[in-house]
């Protein structure tokens, strides 16, 4: 599929790849930014071609970070892996599903999760901060961690897609007990795997616009990298603050779109 898009129009999604490929590398979460700005840059595009726009953007710039990451930080490639594979085959069927659903259903969902998510980080100021005690994790974690972050999750980035690197590293952190850089690193590894899937069954839909992903994808792989080494240095606490602004903002407009326009 080719749609017409002016050039500002493409430098803005540009840019907006660009943060949200940083804001998912330190805190996840840039989905949260980066599909409601196709949706709003593309507002005739159907969703199935936005969701998978999103994916092939989104799939350069978690990468990148998790690279970054599996060098600095003390991920576990096996774990990582394991819950990536677990991860891969919910997304295919999530994009499955994802294939039909139709722009009514799609814009109000992203609302609720964009204000679902902005409720939690309101409610736990500690929120990217805090470092979770490390103990022992035990096989029935692990296998709750296949199952959680793996299938439901991985199902979850296939339909849909924002919030899933912040879903995981909460999850991560709460059933593995790991601490927020570690969790983080081994969410990009399990999003990348997850991104794949979603992918693959987009690029058989021919449902990728290809000449907007591209360019956005550049954007979105240096911002990856960048959080990425900005979060092994400096921690999340601002983006915390950022993630909330752009959360409020997205709503904002989106709401105005459905009921406002």
């Known amino acids: 599929m080719t749609t017409d898009i002016s050039l500002s129009t493409l430098l803005v999604l540009c840019l907006a790849a660009a943060a949200a490929g940083w804001i998912d590398a330190v ?32 799939i350069c710039g978690t990468a990148a970070a998790a690279v970054a990451y599996a060098r600095r930080a003390p991920v576990n490639p096996r774990t990582a892996l394991r819950i990536g594979l677990a991860a891969l085959g919910g997304s ?16 109000p969902l992203i609302m609720a999760i964009l204000l679902a998510v902005l409720a939690f980080v309101l409610l736990r100021p ?12 035990s096989r029935r974690r692990t296998l709750a961690a296949i199952l959680v972050a793996g299938l439901g999750i991985g199902f979850y980035d296939g339909l849909i897609g924002p919030g899933t690197g912040t879903f995981l590293v909460l999850t991560l952190a709460a059933i593995l007990h790991m601490d927020l850089v570690t969790a983080s ?29 591209a360019p956005m994808a550049l954007f979105n792989l240096t911002g990856g990298a960048v959080g ?34």
């Not at 994802?98 to 799609?106: H, K, P, Y």
């Not at 500690?126 to 994790?137: L, M, S, Y």
């Not at 969410?187 to 907007?212: E, M, P, R, Y």
């Open 185 to 213: 690193g081994t969410a990009k590894i399990i999003n990348v795997c997850t991104n794949v899937g979603a992918l693959v069954t987009f690029s058989l839909h021919d449902s990728v616009i290809w000449q907007v992903a």
């Open 126 to 137: 500690t929120f990217g901060t805090a470092v979770p005690t490390a103990e022992p994790v």
């Open 92 to 107: 295919l069927a999530g994009a499955v599903f994802a294939t039909g659903i139709s722009n009514a259903v799609l814009r």
């Open 27 to 58: 805190v996840g979460g840039g989905g949260l930014l980066q599909l409601p700005a196709l949706m709003v840059g593309l507002p005739h595009v159907p969703p199935a071609h936005v969701l998978g726009t999103n994916k092939a953007v989104a």
């Open 228 to 261: 990425a080494r900005m979060a092994l240095k400096r921690g999340s606490g601002f983006v915390r603050a950022v993630l909330l602004v752009v959360v409020v903002s997205l709503v904002c407009k989106l709401g105005y779109d459905q009921w406002g326009g």
